[in-house]
């Protein structure tokens, strides 16, 4: 009985670690996602704002879950090149 009893506290426990973790994850998982549509929008419709929103936008996903930042940074470095030849691209052909 008693077993049964703390088995039952230990995955109560769990549930709420896990939706705790969850909480804290989904922002920067949410403006990491936008951030992505952005950019894939502006490399298929040709705007440099569109790529330039999803740079920031993948900047402030880092701030949102700091830990995640290594695996974000290349995003962001990537993401400000793109916008800067896309907009010199832009410019050749017109």
């Known amino acids: ?47 440099s704002w569109c790529a330039l929103v999803g740079a920031i936008l993948y900047c402030v996903g880092v701030l949102f879950f700091i830990m995640y930042a290594i695996f974000c940074i290349p995003m962001i470095i990537l993401g400000f090149i793109g916008y800067a030849n896309q907009k010199k691209i832009m410019k050749q052909v017109n």
């Open 1 to 47: 009985m008693v077993r049964w009893i703390l088995r039952r506290i230990f995955y109560s426990l769990t549930e709420i670690a896990g939706a705790i973790a969850t909480t804290l994850v989904m922002p920067h998982i949410i403006v990491m996602g936008i951030g992505a549509i952005f950019s894939w929008l502006g490399f298929f419709i040709r705007k």
